[in-house]
């Protein structure tokens, strides 16, 4: 079992920034590579970025690469968010996901699932 809480959403301007946490408890935590999704109301939930387990793969929704950084630290069992460059479009509940899976992208690739984290950018 890992429990993923989310921190760090917010309210910001368009061409901002917010850094997204997500802290990861139980087993080991290294062992998963880690996902961000994003939900709007009556929408389904997409895929935003994935780490592998090592740190070394990442990948992006084609609309945040360029903006959007994901990245580890396996010591201190979490994985981030970066966010530049943020546009009203960006606006969601943003999850962080834990996938023992070696496909990635969909949200079933993903095990462990975090409470979500709002993320408001205005015009």
């Known amino acids: 079992q890992v429990q993923l809480v989310e921190s760090g959403g917010g309210l910001v301007q368009a061409g901002g920034s917010l850094r997204l946490s997500c802290a990861a408890s139980?087993?080991?935590?290294?062992?998963?590579?880690m996902g961000w999704f994003r939900q709007t109301p009556g929408k389904e939930r997409e895929f935003v970025a994935h780490?592998?387990?090592?740190?070394?793969?990442?990948y992006y929704k084609t609309s945040v690469n360029g903006r959007f950084t994901i990245s580890r630290d396996n010591a201190k069992n979490t994985v981030s968010l970066q966010m530049n460059s943020l546009k009203p479009e960006d606006t969601a509940v943003y999850y962080c996901?834990?996938?023992?899976?070696?496909?990635?992208?969909?949200?079933?690739?993903?095990?462990?699932w975090g409470q979500g984290t709002q993320v408001t950018v205005s015009s």
């Open positions: 780490i592998t387990w090592s740190g070394v793969g990442t």
């Open positions: 139980g087993r080991t935590f290294s062992g998963y590579a």
């Open positions: 996901a834990a996938s023992s899976s070696s496909s990635w992208g969909r949200v079933q690739d993903y095990t462990y």
